[in-house]
Nanobody, 126 residues
Framework: QVQLVESGGGLVQPGGSLRLSCTASGFTFDYYSVAWFRQAPGKEREGVSC????????DYADSVKGRFTISRDNAKNTMYLQMDNLKPEDTAVYYC???????????????????WGQGTQVTVSS
C-alpha cells in the first residue's frame, strides 16, 4: 500500500521556523523526484520546492528562496522541508508529492506527480 505521511506542521510566529517531514512506504522512494506544494485558502496549489531524481538538482519558488531548504534521506524513505524566517503569506496546507520522472521537477504540474501526502497545516501568525 502506497503511503506518504506528513508531519511537522503547526502554528508559528513570523520569523519562526518549522520542519516538515514526509515518510514514504509501499514503493521505491529512491527512484522518484520529490516535491512540496502548498495551497492557501482561495488560491491554487503551487509548487514550493523539489528535488529531481535524474540529477539531484533542487529548485525553489522565488517566494521561498533563501528561507526554505528541501532535502531527502533515501535510507529513511523521508523527505524534508526546513522553513525558516516564516512569513504570514506562507500560511497554507503543505503537501508532499513524488513523481517517477525527472522532468516533474521543476515543472510542478500536479498530474505529473504520482503520489501525494494528506497535507499538513502551517499557520504563521502573531
Amino acid at each position: 500500500q502506497v503511503q506518504l505521511v506528513e508531519s511537522g506542521g503547526g502554528l508559528v510566529q513570523p520569523g519562526g521556523s518549522l520542519r516538515l517531514s514526509c515518510t514514504a512506504s509501499g514503493f521505491t522512494f529512491d527512484y522518484y523526484s520529490v516535491a512540496w506544494f502548498r495551497q492557501a485558502p482561495g488560491k491554487e496549489r503551487e509548487g514550493v520546492s523539489c528535488i529531481s531524481n535524474s540529477d539531484g538538482s533542487t529548485d525553489y519558488a522565488d517566494s521561498v528562496k533563501g528561507r526554505f531548504t528541501i532535502s531527502r534521506d533515501n535510507a529513511k524513505n523521508t523527505m524534508y522541508l526546513q522553513m525558516d524566517n516564516l512569513k504570514p503569506e506562507d500560511t497554507a496546507v503543505y503537501y508532499c508529492a513524488v513523481g517517477r520522472y525527472g522532468y516533474a521537477c521543476p515543472r510542478y504540474v500536479p498530474h505529473e506527480y504520482d503520489y501525494w501526502g494528506q497535507g499538513t497545516q502551517v499557520t504563521v501568525s502573531s
